[in-house]
T-cell receptor, first 113, second 113 residues
Framework: DGGITQSPKYLFRKEGQNVTLSCEQN?????MYWYRQDPGQGLRLIYY???????QKGDIAEGYSVSREKKESFPLTVTSAQKNPTAFYLC????????????FGQGTRLTVV | QKEVEQNSGPLSVPEGAIASLNCTYS??????FFWYRQYSGKSPELIMS????GDKEDGRFTAQLNKASQYVSLLIRDSQPSDSATYLC?????????????FGAGTRLAVHP
């Protein structure tokens, strides 16, 4: 089955902890994206990557970090510097052409306890 | 000015009516446009893509694009209660040689019996 897998589905973080959200795709897509969604809001871009070992900050990168060591994987770390991390996190992948469509994983819901 | 703008709604229509969802974008050179549907608590799913001026029909859905006005819309004919969801407009935009995918805030559609 081709697709994007995010894990875990639910994640709880204590104050001051770093946590890492996993995103894996087997669609052979070059581009991968991380978005944050707050209740009743749209998707805000955190980081994106067009090729392995290269990534760019989106609109709300502060308090987050990523890596892209493999084409299939684009993990997101929510650091303790992110003061309000409770949100729904969505990972997407997309082919390299401008007409390419993006596909999403099932999301990770992160809650600070 | 936001890069991709949508009316947040809610847009309420009776069952069987036509729902009209609108989106404007800021980047004049954008070439591709996507509509996603997102049910509450779920990840977005692609429903339509459009690349050329004019209309594109797929079942009960019609996407309309006017690049001169930087405007893209989605019409849903014979609206059903199952169409009740948030509809997100997405536009790939170039920034510093990189291609990022920007979403609007979404329009919440409510179809009532």
């Amino acid at each position: 089955d081709g697709g994007i897998t995010q894990s875990p589905k639910y994640l709880f973080r204590k104050e001051g902890q770093n946590v890492t959200l996993s995103c894996e795709q087997n669609l052979n897509h070059d581009a991968m994206y991380w978005y944050r969604q707050d209740p009743g809001q749209g998707l805000r871009l955190i980081y994106y990557s067009q090729i392995v070992n290269d990534f760019q900050k989106g609109d709300i990168a502060e308090g987050y970090s990523v890596s892209r060591e493999k084409k299939e994987s684009f993990p997101l770390t929510v650091t303790s510097a992110q003061k309000n991390p409770t949100a729904f996190y969505l990972c997407a992948s997309r082919g390299s052409g401008t007409a390419s469509e993006a596909f999403f994983g099932q999301g990770t819901r992160l809650t600070v306890v | 000015q936001k890069e991709v703008e949508q009316n947040s709604g809610p847009l309420s229509v009776p069952e069987g009516a036509i729902a009209s969802l609108n989106c404007t974008y800021s980047d004049r050179v954008s070439q591709s446009f996507f509509w996603y549907r997102q049910y509450s608590g779920k990840s977005p799913e692609l429903i339509m893509s459009i690349y050329s001026n004019g209309d594109k029909e797929d079942g009960r859905f019609t996407a309309q694009l006017n690049k001169a006005s930087q405007y893209v819309s989605l019409l849903i004919r014979d609206s059903q209660p199952s169409d009740s969801a948030t509809y997100l407009c997405a536009v790939p935009m170039f920034s510093g040689g990189y291609n990022k995918l920007i979403f609007g805030a979404g329009t919440r559609l409510a179809v009532h019996p």
